[in-house]
C-alpha cells in the first residue's frame, strides 16, 4: 500500500454561535445524528486552531455519508456574523441536500430555526437536470442547496469505482 494513500474524508467543521441552536437545525430539522461530543482546551489544540485561550465544544454528527463537527468555541468565542456569504466566495459555498418533496423540508428548515432565500427558488427544464432547487441558511448563515432532483437517485445508486488516490 503506497505511503502516501489517502484512506478517507473524515468531515467538515462548521464553527456555530450555539450549539443548541446548531442542533436543532441539523439533528431536528435535517436528520443528522450525534456520534460524539467532546471538550477540548490545552496548548496543542490552540496551536492548530490558532486560538488564544481555549474552550471548545464539539459535535460530530453524520448523516447519511456526510460528517459534520460542529465547533463552538465558548472562549475566545467566534468571529464573523450570521450572514450567508455569496457563492462566489472563495472556499466552502453549500451543503446539498437531496430530498423528495422540496416544500415540505423547507418548512422543516424554517420550523428548526433555518431561513429560507424565496428569491433563489429555481424550477430547472434543462434536459438532464430537472428538478426544483431552493437556497436556505442554517442560523449561522451557513448555506444549504435543496434540491428535489428525481434523476439524483441513480447517482446515489452507483458504486465508486476503486480507489481515487
Known amino acids: ?6 484512506n478517507a474524508i473524515g ?7 450555539d450549539m443548541e441552536t446548531a442542533l436543532r437545525f441539523w ?10 461530543e467532546r471538550r477540548f482546551r490545552g496548548s496543542s489544540w490552540k496551536r492548530i486552531l490558532e486560538v488564544g485561550e481555549l474552550e471548545l465544544h464539539t459535535r460530530i454528527i453524520r448523516r ?29 459555498t453549500h451543503i446539498a441536500v437531496w430530498v423528495s418533496d422540496i416544500d415540505a423540508v423547507a418548512r422543516r428548515v424554517v420550523e428548526h430555526g433555518g431561513t429560507l432565500v424565496e428569491e433563489t427558488r429555481t424550477v430547472f427544464d ?17 448555506t444549504g442547496e435543496l434540491v428535489e432532483y428525481p434523476e439524483g437517485e441513480k447517482i446515489l445508486e452507483r458504486q465508486p469505482e476503486g480507489d481515487p488516490s
Open 27 to 36: 439533528r431536528d430539522g435535517l436528520g443528522f445524528e450525534v456520534l460524539t
Open 11 to 17: 468531515h467538515v467543521g462548521i464553527c456555530v454561535s
Open 1 to 6: 500500500m503506497p505511503r502516501d494513500r489517502i
Open 64 to 92: 447519511d455519508h456526510l460528517m459534520l463537527e460542529l465547533l463552538e468555541f465558548e472562549q475566545p468565542g467566534y468571529v464573523g456574523t450570521a450572514e450567508r456569504s455569496p457563492m462566489n466566495r472563495l472556499g466552502l
Open 126 to 142: 434543462h434536459p438532464k437536470l430537472k428538478g426544483k432547487w431552493l437556497i436556505c441558511c442554517d442560523p449561522n448563515g451557513g
